[in-house]
């Protein structure tokens, strides 16, 4: 009924920068919460950057003030703008929305399918 759809991904050089989009579509009466999260190779997948309706946000210590999480409300669709990026930020990039698709429905999680970023030189 919702559907996730990440684009962006790609190959950077350190110090390089790339930009995440994630697509929200489908049944939705309200998309709440928006957040990307990543996981490594043998890691566990871990959040990157959340933001709420209100726009306010929250980071991952790791990528405070190299990474900038946006949406647009009326497109459902969020962004990460990662710059100064580095081989530790390789991973696959997945998108999550928190969701109602009635509003008498409790909100669900949603995810993507992944992006894959490596930085490499």
């Known amino acids: 009924q919702v559907q996730l759809v990440e684009s962006g991904g790609g190959l950077v050089q350190p110090g390089g920068s790339l930009r995440l989009s994630c697509a929200t579509s489908?049944?939705?009466?309200?998309?709440?919460?928006m957040g990307w999260y990543r996981q490594a190779p043998g890691k566990q997948r871990e959040l990157v950057a959340h933001?709420?309706?209100?726009?306010?946000?929250n980071y991952a210590d790791s990528v405070k003030g190299r990474f900038t999480i946006s949406r647009d409300n009326a497109k459902n669709t969020a962004y990460l703008q990662m710059d100064s990026l580095k081989p530790e930020d390789t991973a696959v990039y997945y998108c999550n929305a928190e969701v109602k698709t009635r509003a008498f429905l409790a909100a669900r999680d949603y995810w993507g399918q992944g992006t894959q970023v490596t930085v490499s030189s």
């Open positions: 489908g049944s939705i009466f309200r998309v709440n919460a």
């Open positions: 933001i709420v309706s209100d726009g306010s946000t």
